[in-house]
């Protein structure tokens, strides 16, 4: 077992779509029960990573405040999902590894991402979390893998569970989670906002 420490990760947190399902907002700057998405994710990702980075393609300048490095996608793949963003982060961080997280899951554990930093062999390149099938964006991820994310932007096939199937089997870690829990929970739509907004609050 390979056990990363935080100096040898940058934690990226997913700010950078169009937040089509809640009306086009910035999700990461929607407000639950007081305070931005994106700081749920900040905390979460803080204490197992040196350096964190937020993915966003709008309202720089909103999320300059955090202090953290703003990366936006390449003006080649713009709004094309996460593995743009995710790729740009790459290619922008210093460490080996990259930490992912999206903006939208504000129940998400510190101590669940915290598996992720478990390797079970040198070789592995990608680590995921499952619950109810892959969850590709709450990872951790490789700067080796660079050259492939821009072999798989330029053929337009963007989809991270595809790119996934594409790794070799070493390379390709997946952690169950040992319980039902409530992190994987998202806020895409209003509907989904009020019904975690309820839960936090009846906490």
Not at 82 to 102: F, H, K, Q, S
Not at 108 to 125: I, N
Request: proline content about 5%; glycine content about 6%.
């Amino acid at each position: 077992m390979i056990e990363l420490s935080p100096d040898q990760i940058t934690g990226l947190i997913l700010a950078g779509g169009e937040g089509r399902r809640m009306g086009n907002q910035d999700k990461g700057l929607v407000e639950l029960v007081e305070k931005p998405l994106v700081e749920y994710a900040i905390d979460c990702l803080q204490p197992l990573a040196a350096k964190l980075m937020i993915s966003c393609n709008r309202n720089a300048e909103t999320y300059a405040r955090y202090q953290w490095p703003l990366i936006a996608d390449d003006e080649n793949w713009k709004f094309t999902g996460p593995m743009a963003g995710i790729y740009a982060a790459l290619n922008a961080c210093e460490t080996d590894w990259l930490m992912v997280m999206p903006c939208d899951t504000p129940l998400m554990q510190t101590e669940l991402m915290a598996q992720l930093t478990k390797l079970t062999d040198a070789e592995v390149r990608v680590h995921i979390l499952e619950q109810q099938g892959w969850q590709p964006l709450h990872g951790l991820y490789h700067k080796d893998l660079l050259p492939l994310f821009a072999q798989q932007l330029d053929s337009g096939k963007t989809g991270m569970q595809f790119f996934l199937r594409q790794l070799p089997e070493v390379q390709l870690q997946v952690s169950a989670t040992e319980t039902e829990l409530q992190g994987f929970r998202n806020t895409n739509n209003e509907s989904e906002l009020s019904q975690i907004e309820a839960f936090l609050r009846a906490k």
